[in-house]
């Protein structure tokens, strides 16, 4: 019997709804599930929020005679190794979740667990080292008391405010991303996504890459664009 | 009933991508392309517009990519891809009239 017919049949005895892939392709957004297509949406949103934080960030840089040292005992870099360390980090978290992504399509939940795990430690690692840059939680590992005691204020500067703004705002899309995938996670290892059930991995796989996707363009032009 | 929902479809993922080889050699160009964007900061006699301008386009290209491959966009239809790359493309083109509105005055 194949896979169309079989989930006819259950459709049939169960009242099931029938899967998001069995509807015929539609003629522009083939086989795309309505649950992607409104992620896509809610992402296209979101990343125009993110756009014009930056937007407003270089006006006000471009526009200001000095950006750096406008207030006495400000930083005048903000650690461009560490935070490429970060970068890394979240690239790294996007493979293992196309990784979790691919075993899912193929059946595999245990593997599905376990890259969706490593994910998820990407993503509390990504957190920590935030917490670290701002605030020197982890002063003992990395022997610095973090940004604010080195005197970069919220409110101080434009280059304070901005940089608080917008490097917050993606920690803030960090950790919702992370409490999604621990849900993602709970429910695969609950056998809920078994039998190649992709749907739910691949929305929360499109929120994760795009807080990769932002995170690049934040360290490109928060971090490394010379003073 | 939602949760039997959840577990009961068998889905046809024949139609799905998946291909680790290009996963792997997109997260490598990644990590080429992160150590480059960090290296070239700190090479001394470029000036400012140009490392600008290197950075953007890296930073561009690595965004792409993770669209077009970690997200799938490039196995989406072409309505779905442009869709979502063409909103996307509004604030760089705005950000481009705002620099040019910026050469214009200044000069």
């Given at each position: 019997?194949?896979?169309?017919?079989?989930?006819?049949?259950?459709?049939?005895?169960?009242?099931?709804?029938?899967?998001?892939?069995?509807?015929?392709?539609?003629?522009?957004?083939?086989?795309?599930?309505?649950?992607?297509?409104?992620?896509?949406?809610?992402?296209?949103?979101?990343?125009?929020?993110?756009?014009?934080?930056?937007?407003?960030?270089?006006i006000l840089r471009g526009g200001a005679d000095q950006w750096v040292g406008t207030v006495i005992n400000e930083p005048q870099e903000f650690g461009i190794n560490f935070t490429a360390g970060l970068t890394f980090l979240l690239i790294?978290?996007?493979?293992?979740?196309?990784?979790?992504?691919?075993?899912?399509?193929?059946?595999?939940?245990?593997?599905?667990?376990?890259?969706?795990?490593?994910?998820?430690?990407?993503?509390?690692?990504?957190?920590?080292?935030?917490?670290?840059?701002?605030?020197?939680?982890?002063?003992?590992?990395?022997?610095?008391?973090?940004?604010?005691?080195?005197?970069?204020?919220?409110?101080?500067?434009?280059?304070?405010?901005?940089?608080?703004?917008?490097?917050?705002?993606?920690?803030?899309?960090?950790?919702?991303?992370?409490?999604?995938?621990?849900?993602?996670?709970?429910?695969?290892?609950?056998?809920?996504?078994?039998?190649?059930?992709?749907?739910?991995?691949?929305?929360?796989?499109?929120?994760?890459?795009?807080?990769?996707?932002?995170?690049?363009?934040?360290?490109?032009?928060?971090?490394?664009?010379?003073? | 009933?939602?949760q039997d929902h959840d577990q009961a479809h068998i889905t046809d993922t024949s139609r799905v991508h998946v291909d680790r080889k290009e996963y792997w050699f997109i997260f490598l160009m990644l990590f080429i392309l992160t150590v480059?964007?960090?290296?070239?900061?700190?090479?001394?006699?470029?000036?400012?517009?140009?490392?600008?301008?290197?950075?953007?386009?890296?930073?561009?290209?690595?965004?792409?990519?993770?669209?077009?491959?970690?997200?799938?966009?490039?196995?989406?239809?072409?309505?779905?891809?442009?869709?979502?790359?063409?909103?996307?493309?509004?604030?760089?083109?705005?950000?481009?009239?705002?620099?040019?509105?910026?050469?214009?005055?200044?000069?």
């Amino acid at each position: 019997m194949s896979a169309h017919a079989e989930a006819g049949h259950h459709d049939h005895d169960h009242h099931y709804e029938r899967p998001f892939d069995q509807w015929p392709d539609d003629a522009h957004t083939g086989h795309a599930s309505m649950g992607k297509l409104g992620m896509w949406i809610f992402l296209l949103s979101d990343a125009m929020t993110f756009a014009g934080f930056l937007l407003a960030y270089g006006i006000l840089r471009g526009g200001a005679d000095q950006w750096v040292g406008t207030v006495i005992n400000e930083p005048q870099e903000f650690g461009i190794n560490f935070t490429a360390g970060l970068t890394f980090l979240l690239i790294c978290s996007s493979v293992s979740m196309v990784m979790a992504y691919a075993a899912c399509v193929e059946g595999n939940r245990k593997r599905t667990v376990q890259w969706l795990l490593v994910t998820i430690l990407g993503g509390v690692l990504f957190l920590c080292g935030q917490a670290q840059e701002y605030f020197g939680t982890f002063e003992f590992i990395f022997h610095h008391k973090g940004l604010i005691h080195d005197g970069l204020i919220f409110g101080e500067s434009h280059r304070a405010t901005t940089f608080y703004l917008i490097t917050s705002f993606h920690g803030m899309h960090v950790f919702s991303g992370t409490l999604y995938l621990i849900i993602i996670c709970y429910r695969t290892w609950k056998g809920k996504y078994d039998g190649g059930n992709y749907n739910h991995i691949e929305m929360c796989g499109l929120f994760w890459h795009f807080v990769d996707l932002i995170w690049i363009l934040v360290f490109t032009f928060i971090y490394l664009i010379p003073a | 009933m939602s949760q039997d929902h959840d577990q009961a479809h068998i889905t046809d993922t024949s139609r799905v991508h998946v291909d680790r080889k290009e996963y792997w050699f997109i997260f490598l160009m990644l990590f080429i392309l992160t150590v480059l964007e960090v290296g070239v900061v700190f090479v001394e006699g470029i000036s400012k517009g140009h490392i600008v301008a290197v950075l953007t386009i890296m930073a561009l290209v690595k965004a792409a990519l993770v669209g077009l491959f970690f997200m799938h966009l490039n196995h989406e239809t072409k309505i779905v891809r442009w869709g979502v790359i063409l909103p996307l493309m509004v604030p760089f083109f705005y950000a481009a009239v705002l620099i040019a509105d910026a050469i214009v005055r200044l000069a």
